[in-house]
């Protein structure tokens, strides 16, 4: 015997792009977007009856994001989410839950002569702005996030008292490079209806401008011991900013420099205190997690 014991579908990789027009000033503003809508529900048969009638057509979830987009603000992306989500429970009886992901790419307005451009923007990095939200008839879970930021600080980093046994090469460290991409988040306590996602709505971009200065600000002040203490001083961080958060995650690979031995060209020193040309390692790398939560 078999049964279907999950399921859910829907549309993956659909890029948005919306632009604001201000008439009174001439200004733009851009927000793009890649959305993914998965649908949960009475859609058994679907699976093992080849029951079609309780499908909503992938390509009309597609069309519903894009409806969506137009007919509400995108940003924060929190609210777009909920918004979208909390359509697809409205609107379909049979439908019990909508997992809506958002990744914001970022699009940096231009300074010319010192002057911010009204309709212009670069692309300053791959870091993205991310959230997933999860909307039912119980209430709304999001997730809020940071992809993709990537850091590095030339000293301030050490790592030493680390288990030593047969299998260890590694050698002890009091300074070396510390580099990584940050990837973050910071899960909201559920929200009842969309009704109380929409109300302080200002709460989304302001923890993610904390969450995302805190991150900068403890990589670059701390004198790390290991990575694992510094992401733990950065969620504690976190968690005392954004007081509606119940909890708070980081993933963080530690990607590697290496000092270059140059001692064999006629002595020329690049080690210990000398280093200063180093080789970047594509891999292997660390990969230090942690998920830090209210007590």
């Known amino acids: 015997m078999t049964r279907l014991s999950a399921a859910r579908y829907g549309k993956d990789n659909v890029r948005v792009y919306k632009v604001h027009k201000d008439e009174k000033t001439g200004q733009q503003s851009v927000t793009e977007m890649t959305v993914c809508c998965l649908l949960e529900g009475e859609i058994g048969t679907s699976y093992t009856q080849a029951d079609n009638s309780v499908i909503v057509a992938t390509d009309s979830i597609k069309n519903t994001i894009y409806i969506k987009a137009k007919e509400h603000p995108v940003n924060p992306p929190e609210l777009y989410a909920s918004i979208l ?27 010319i002569d010192g002057q911010p451009h009204p309709h212009s923007f670069l692309r300053d990095g791959q870091e993205t702005r ?5 909307v ?57 209806n969309l009704a109380a996602v929409q109300e302080g709505v200002e709460r989304f971009d302001a923890a993610w401008e904390a969450a995302r200065n805190i991150t900068l600000k403890t990589f670059a002040e701390d004198e790390s011991a290991s990575v694992q203490n510094t992401m733990y001083k950065m969620c504690e961080q976190i968690l ?10 980081y993933s963080l690979p530690n990607k590697h420099y290496f000092e270059v031995d140059l001692s064999w060209h006629k002595g020329l020193q690049n080690t210990g205190k000398d280093a200063e040309v180093y080789a970047p390692q594509s891999g292997p790398n660390g990969l230090i997690k942690c998920e830090v939560s209210r007590s």
């Open 85 to 111: 989500g909390q359509h697809f429970l409205d609107k379909y009886a049979h439908i019990s839950a909508a997992h809506i992901d958002v990744t914001v790419h970022r699009w940096t307005r231009m300074v």
């Open 240 to 249: 005392d900013a954004v007081p509606e958060t119940e909890k708070t995650n």
């Open 136 to 192: 039912t008839r119980d209430g709304i879970a999001i997730k809020s996030g940071i992809v993709g930021l990537q850091v590095l600080k030339s000293t301030g980093s050490a790592f030493h008292g680390f288990v030593r046994d047969e299998f260890t090469t590694l050698k002890e460290t009091w300074d070396r490079i510390l580099s990584t991409d940050v990837d973050a988040g910071w899960t909201w306590k559920k929200f009842a």
């Open 130 to 134: 991310n959230v997933e939200a999860t």
